[in-house]
């Protein structure tokens, strides 16, 4: 092992979870972390030195990571690890990478070979999802919508058939359409409204999304939201999605018979393709067969 590895070795990236809003869920892991940091990596350095301040952390450099400049920062970050120094990456509140700046510096370390600690810590997914009273498990994590309809159809076309827990950021100024267009696409869901979370006006509301939007547009919304959607079937779903395949499967057989294969294999074949029971499409289809 040379020289460079072992320096590399030393190196270290800490993924610091930060409050997001009560300072009494900082840990004392992370406090330590920051103290302990060569550089202290974050979005606004306004808003992270009043965190630092508040806990008298005075890091040797405190520097701005944002997405406008994470791709120009690349270069510099690898020199800090090749000088074997330790970063601390945190976000404006919560934890880095979930619809926040980081991935490329972890991507960066990763091909260096510098170790990767996270600090784990307080995160508004998860304190929303488990104060919700919606399944947690599955749950899944969309971020933030697009603004354009047509951006908003793509970003969610691959899970609106998917039965888990879809849970979503959303800044108050574009809560209504966004409440909109879930409801139009989804269907009237069961759904959970998450406000200010820890901080003094927490407020979870928990109704449909059609309850929902009414009292977004009723109420001018406030604050940071994590909007969560039980996108689950519920029962009238399942027993509709069961009638059109055995409709389907019906059909099927007719057509079957028509060009002159057996009721049974006809039977058989559609019972497998559209998922229904087979001795009752036998019997559904025997009563059409025979008049």
Known sequence: MNGDDLTLQRAKLSICSTPIGNLSDVSQRLLDTLRSADVVLCEDTRHTRKLLTHFDIHPLRLVSYHQHNEKARQGWIGELFASAKHIALVSDAGTPMVSDPGALIVETAIQLGVDIVPVPGPSALLAGLVGSGLPVTPF??????????????????????????????????????????????????????????????????????????????????????????????????????????????????????????????????AAQRFGVNRRELYNMTLKRRDP
């Open 140 to 269: 899944v994590y969309l971020g933030f919508p697009p603004r354009q309809q047509k951006e908003r159809q793509a970003w969610i076309e691959p899970f609106a058939k998917v039965p888990a827990t879809l849970v979503i950021y959303e800044a108050p100024h574009r809560l209504t359409s966004t409440l909109a267009f879930l409801l139009d696409t989804l269907g009237d869901r069961a759904a959970v409204l998450a406000r200010e979370l820890t901080k003094r006006y927490e407020t979870f509301l928990r109704s449909t999304l059609s309850a929902l939007l009414r009292d977004v547009e009723a109420n001018s919304p406030r604050g940071e939201y994590v909007v969560m959607v039980d996108n689950r079937p519920s029962a009238d779903d399942l027993e509709e999605d069961a009638d059109m395949s055995m409709t389907s499967a019906m059909e099927h057989v007719m057509s079957a018979l028509g060009s002159g294969v057996r009721h049974k294999e006809a039977v058989a074949e």
